[in-house]
């Protein structure tokens, strides 16, 4: 009975032995092995270049790639300046009375808008009854006169009456065609039409007009002030042209042309807003500084005459190569541009690769910026114009946008 337990325990022992020797086999087997098969893998695995960032089509879409081309355009550099907001004097207007008087009736407020011969108020003065009873009185001895010198030119011809005659009636009838000439002229500043004045409709009052249209800037009378021919009644401005006084220093003088553009800012605003370049003064001032003016570009949310203004001009400049400045990224101090490079597919889906291209970063005009291309580029390379900044996104993060 010893001798089988102690058998049996002996072929235990040996058994356990044996499976444990086939264990350590099998695992050293397996660590051969596996070394072998992780070379295989990264066989088959593509090692993408330092300056490649790949993109699916989501990835692409969420992007918004866009494409465009390196171009050949004249960059010049922004020249900065200040100035006001003016209107030119043909659009302003200082309204004054030909004749004085008692202001009434005034209904407008300042900032009111107005048109062209709209009645801004209304003068009374006893004198305007006394110009156009005159010229109705003159007008009447006028035809009178006519009729006369008519019928006195016809007798001398006839020799009836003598030339001393004619000469007399003669000078009575110029005498009164020049006075109703020249109250018709009077009749004309009070705004009064003497072709349809009858001594039915003598006025004591007479409209004060507004010469142009825009609107009232400011009324410097009141009802029942007297005012006189060199009383101000009214202001008033019309913004339809308006344009920028700006100043600048005589180093920039060979740098301003008509016909650039001009980008500029209201105080407390960050909204640009453009003009153009019409006439650039022909002196310099005593503080070596000189003017320049510039159309400013309807239509011009909130800007007004008076108003402060700093300003932008672009100089003339060469031909640069350049493309849109949303198209150059900065990354480690040092500019670059992506190009597309191909399309492929991995595991069934396509896949864009994208290449960086390191490039010298000129200036900078408008949207355009100016590159200094590596030797050797391909000026045809389709160039990443927008989206480039989520390339480089992907480039510093990646996993998070890369495949």
Known sequence: MKKSIIITSTLLVLSAFLFHACDKKGSAQAGKEQPGAEAEKSETREILPDTIVELNVAQIKAAGIAFGMVEEKPLGVIIKASGVV????????????????????????PGSNIRKGQVLAVIENPEFIDIQQRYLEAA???????????????????????????QQVTADFKSLKTQVSALSKKLHLLGIDPDRLTDVNISQSIPVLSPISGYIKEICVNNGKFVSPTDVMFEIMNNDHMYLELTLYEKD???????QEVE????NETETHHAEVYQVAKAVSADKSFKIYASVKLPCKNVLPGMYVNAGITSAGT????????????????SYIFIFERNKLENGNPITEYRMVEVGRGITSGNQTGIIL??????SAKVVVKGAFQLMAAKKNAGEMSC
């Open 264 to 267: 500029f800012f209201l105080n």
């Open 86 to 109: 003016s209107v030119p004097p043909g659009n302003r207007a200082t309204v004054c009375t030909p004749w004085g008087g008692f202001v009434k009736n005034i209904l407008l407020l």
């Open 253 to 259: 003088m060979n740098q301003v042309i008509a016909g």
């Open 140 to 166: 009447s001895r006028l035809e009178f006169a006519e009729a006369d010198f008519n019928r006195h030119t016809q007798l001398h011809s006839d020799d009836v009456y003598s030339t001393q005659n004619l």
């Open 319 to 334: 031909n640069t190569t350049s493309v849109p400045s949303e198209a150059v990224v900065r990354f480690n101090e040092k």
């Open 374 to 379: 590596p030797a050797g580029f391909n000026k």
